[in-house]
């Protein structure tokens, strides 16, 4: 939100520099991400008087204007499309300096010499509008200097306001919060318009039929309203504040959202079919064509405004084509509402449909203030726009908001904090926010919340109150202590930080990313997963709607972005947590995942080319195996699969002391063009819990080695399906505490081998505890696995 310094300082007068009050803005919780200075003195500009526009004689797009400068008449080549004779504009005369510093000089276009140039909104600094040339106000003399129309430059700033904060959402909310931080008062900017038309129930009528969906809806009427541009003052705050000025009655709309947080609506009633409104669900396949002119499909789920014939508006998101403000509008129907914040979020968010009116209401609005808007804007459309307000109002509001109460302790306050702030300093901090303390005792008060906080509801919510407000820096920092608890349990978290260190020993770097997650992306890997997913009910953004069911999508995403930023290998790992959902029961479990990208394994002289999938394959599982050690994990396997997501026989489950414990394995090809990834990218999951299955159990030291090792290789010739596993499970099987060691050292496939075979070659290693084994007793030792692997698998061992 963008709030002009000099609009502020008319509901607040506080002293301090800009950066000061950021600070303390800032530390109250209401983040100040930016500061910015709009206009400059405008020296050398000047107001002009278009007297008449002709087309340029050789271009279609360009016109050449006579221009009065208030002291000759000039020609001015312009190419903008709302130039027009009689009409008032910024002009920059030859000689003249623009606010970028550019000094302008007179210039042959298009073989018509120009002697000056009028200026649009973003050539003067006043905001980022190119659609036209600014029109200043008919009453400003032709040589007015524009500062006299502009003012001097303008201070902004940029506020990060938080979801649970719609309160400020406004100025009159962002002054609220100043007077509370400066201990000085505020005003509201007084409401005064004499009412002398009809009575309004008599002109139209309001019909609400989801009183849940719209808590109020007021509607009022205002009569012989003159359509024209709003004053310059109203044009410049809203222009700093973002928002492009239309006409006076939209501009006040406007306004007075951005001044009290309410978004308003105005109707041209005489395009409302029956001169009234029913706020109602919308029928199923119901089409509107919104202001923007794009036809949208409803569903009976959203709220929709509506005339006796059609939706004439979308409920709280943006208004529809046919019955809005036009120039020969006379009879404005003026809408104040409060609509239901998750409704309208999730209309907003199905129609992929986002306002400053549904970025209010979805964050919530005070009902209780509604009508006070709207009688805001009346009276301004009574000054501004000429028109004769109805008596009255149309008010549906069938269940006001009763003000809830919070119970505090001044001691819990002061505890909590750490500060030594007195009950009277409490009292005052809690009465600048407009709470009203009621039953104060000497153990604490009843807090009475006011209408617009919907967040205060605990008393720990009071004591932020009073710390932020009373100032963050006093919140006293002693040195830190150690408390022994006795019976205290630690070594779930030591075992997983543990963990960390481990994977970051193995060269790997750690990542973090939200639990949240987009249906899009867990589309990439597996579309049918859908009805095990944890889909939020009401989502802050699309993006971020769906809890995630693996750390798999997550991992290969963050690789493929540091891809695209020119990074050409990385070892990541991520701690974090996993969510899906049986039948009614959500599930959750803490995982461990790793990804790699790039030539890895391999050293400086070697990366040129991308890894093969083989290679990767063997990097990751490397990993696996070396954390695996670590981690005291003896008994595992792996076991072909398939999984959504992975590369057709490249991948495989993991299972510990038998029991499944993850996934490893190649991304599959068409995810990996999806992100322009041409090498494969290596995934692995685990749950944590199978990680850490070792933690607390101590391993018995064995005695160092005195006597030597006998080394023996074998090949074997095998079919396909006879996998390393199988072949190691016979291995152990076959020789006792004599095996030392089996490696795979060799795998290799060929025409001498044959179709649908491979050979594998091992390398074991005999060793006996208590004496020198003999050539003969490795020998036969070697012998006799070579036997249990032929009598088991049927498999040719290559001799010689």
């Known amino acids: 939100m963008k709030v ?226 709003s004053p310059d003052w109203m044009q410049q705050r809203l222009s700093r504040a973002g928002i492009r000025p239309i006409n006076n009655v939209v501009d006040i709309t406007n306004y007075v959202m951005l001044e009290t947080g309410h978004p308003l609506h105005a109707f041209d009633q005489t395009l409302l079919a029956g001169g009234g409104v029913v706020v109602r669900r919308a029928t199923a396949g119901e089409k509107i064509m919104t202001l923007d002119n794009v036809e949208r499909i409803l569903t009976p789920e959203m709220l929709v405004i509506a005339d006796e014939q059609r939706a004439v508006a979308i409920a709280g998101v943006m208004g529809g084509a046919g019955s809005e403000i036009r120039a020969e509008t006379r009879t404005v129907l003026l809408e104040s ?48 726009a000429g028109a004769v307000a109805a008596q009255g109002v149309m008010d549906v509001y069938p269940q006001p908001v009763v003000p809830r109460t919070v119970r505090a302790r001044w001691s819990f306050i002061r505890e909590l904090t750490g500060m030594p702030v007195s009950n009277t300093e409490i009292a005052q901090h809690l009465s600048a926010i407009e709470l009203v303390l009621q039953e104060q005792d000497d153990a604490g008060f009843t807090a009475q919340i006011p209408s617009f906080r919907g967040d205060l509801e605990r008393e720990v919510d009071i004591v932020e109150e ?35 260190t481990r994977l970051a020993g193995l060269g790997l770097r750690e990542i973090m990313n939200y639990s949240l997650t987009s249906p899009a992306l867990l589309d990439l890997f597996n579309p049918a997963d859908c009805p095990q997913r944890v889909v939020l009910p009401n989502p802050i953004s699309a993006d971020q709607s769906v809890l995630r069911p693996s750390l798999i999508p997550h991992m290969a995403e963050t690789l493929a972005r540091n891809h695209a ?78 999984v959504a997501g992975f590369e057709p026989g490249q991948v495989v489950e993991v299972h510990i002391d038998e029991q499944r414990a993850g996934v490893l394995g190649l991304l599959h090809a068409d995810i990996r063009r999806e992100w322009r990834l041409s090498a494969p990218v290596g995934l692995a999951e685990w749950s944590a819990q199978s990680l850490l299955g070792q933690v607390g159990r101590v391993t018995r030291a064995s005695d160092v080695p005195v006597y030597p090792a006998i080394d023996r290789d074998m090949a074997l010739v095998v079919e396909t399906g006879i996998t390393h596993a199988m072949i190691m499970d016979v291995i152990r099987k076959a020789v006792g505490p004599e095996l030392e060691q089996a490696d795979l050292f060799d795998i290799f496939t060929g025409k001498s081998i044959g179709a649908d075979r491979k050979s594998m070659a091992y390398r074991l290693r005999y060793r006996a505890a208590d004496r020198t084994l003999t050539d003969g007793e490795a020998n036969a030792y070697h012998e006799g696995v070579k036997d249990a692997i032929r009598r088991e698998l049927g498999v040719v061992i290559r001799e010689g």
């Open 4 to 229: 002009p310094l000099s609009w502020l300082k008319e509901y607040v007068a506080f002293e301090d520099t800009v950066a000061g009050l950021a600070d303390r803005l800032t530390f109250s919780g209401v983040e100040v991400e930016g500061i910015e200075t709009i206009g400059g003195d405008y020296a050398g500009l000047l107001v002009a008087e278009v007297r008449a526009v002709e087309p340029h004689p050789q271009a279609d797009r360009l016109t050449v204007c006579r221009v009065y400068d208030g002291q000759a008449e000039v020609t001015v080549v312009c190419g903008a499309p709302n130039v027009r004779p009689g009409m008032k504009a910024a002009f920059a005369p030859v000689g003249a300096a623009l606010p970028g510093g550019q000094k302008l000089k007179r210039a042959k276009i298009r073989q018509v010499e120009s002697f000056g140039m009028l200026l649009a909104e973003d050539e003067l600094g006043s905001s980022d509008d190119h659609s036209g040339i600014m029109e200043c106000a008919a009453q400003w003399a032709a040589g007015t200097p524009l500062a006299e129309v502009l003012g001097p430059p303008e201070t902004v700033l940029d506020l990060e306001i938080t979801p649970n904060r719609p309160d400020c959402l406004c100025l009159l909310g962002i002054a609220r919060e100043v007077a509370a931080l400066y201990g000085v008062s505020w005003q509201r900017p007084a409401v005064e318009f004499t009412a002398t038309g009809p009575v309004v129930d008599t002109l139209t009528h309001v019909q609400v039929e989801d009183p849940e969906a719209c808590p109020r809806y007021t509607a009022r009427i205002l009569h012989e309203v003159k359509i024209g541009p």
């Open 337 to 384: 509402a409060a609509f239901d914040p998750h409704r309208t979020r999730r209309t907003s968010r199905d129609l992929a449909l986002s306002t400053e009116s549904s970025y209010r209401f979805e964050r919530g609005v005070d009902p209780a203030t509604v009508e006070w808007a709207s009688q805001r804007a009346a009276a301004l459309m009574v000054a501004h």
């Open 466 to 500: 009073v710390a932020r407000l009373h100032g963050l820096e006093h919140i006293p920092t002693p040195p830190p202590r150690a408390e022994r608890v006795p019976g205290a349990e630690d070594r779930g978290p030591r075992a997983v930080a543990d963990l960390k």
């Open 565 to 642: 930023r020119q990074i050409e290998e990385a070892l990541f790992f991520e701690c974090g947590r996993a969510y899906w959902r049986t039948d009614d029961q959500v599930h959750e479990e803490d995982r461990v995942a790793v990804g790699l990208l790039g030539p890895v394994g391999r050293d400086q002289y070697t990366k040129r080319t991308p890894p093969a999938p083989e290679e990767m394959f063997a990097w990751l599982k490397g990993v696996m195996e070396r954390l695996f050690a670590a981690q005291g994990i003896v008994q595992w396997r792996l076991e072909p699969v398939e």
